[in-house]
């Protein structure tokens, strides 16, 4: 298994990360792009996985498929496009890097122009599989 990095814009918060993987994006705006871009410059494997922090609940068995691609990819769940979790190859930072340069920060437009694999899954929307946690709600369904 490879290393697990925390890319965030502060070093320290409510969280108090004593873990030495943490890579501090310098960037004023506020866009996934952004941490992408950091994670791909400083990272030295082949592939990444980008997940955000509003995902912590996914499946080992996803990210594996995702792993199989060798290539830059992400899935499609019950029709609709899911950026994350995000399979992307280390030499796609130069592109990520000319895109901040031209302010396109449009990540959907820039996995198109990357011509991003798109797998194909549907009905894994559980507590286990793939969960994303945008609004209180979404946790209490834990309870």
Partial sequence: MGKVYIITKVKRGPLNFKNKNIIVEKFEEFAPIFGIYTGLKYTKTKFNI???????????????N???????????INGKLNIFPLLLKKET?????????????????????????????KNIYNLTS????????DIL???
């Fill in 50 to 64: 980008f997940i955000p922090v509003d995902m912590p609940l996914i499946s080992l068995r996803l990210i594996a």
């Fill in 66 to 76: 995702l792993l199989r691609l060798r290539s830059n990819a992400c899935y499609e």
């Fill in 93 to 121: 930072f130069l592109y990520f890097e000319n895109c901040i340069k031209t302010r396109n920060f449009k990540l959907r437009d820039i996995l198109k122009a990357l011509k991003v694999k798109v797998k194909k899954e």
């Fill in 130 to 137: 793939f969960r994303n946690f945008n609004y209180k709600k």
């Fill in 141 to 143: 369904k834990l309870y």
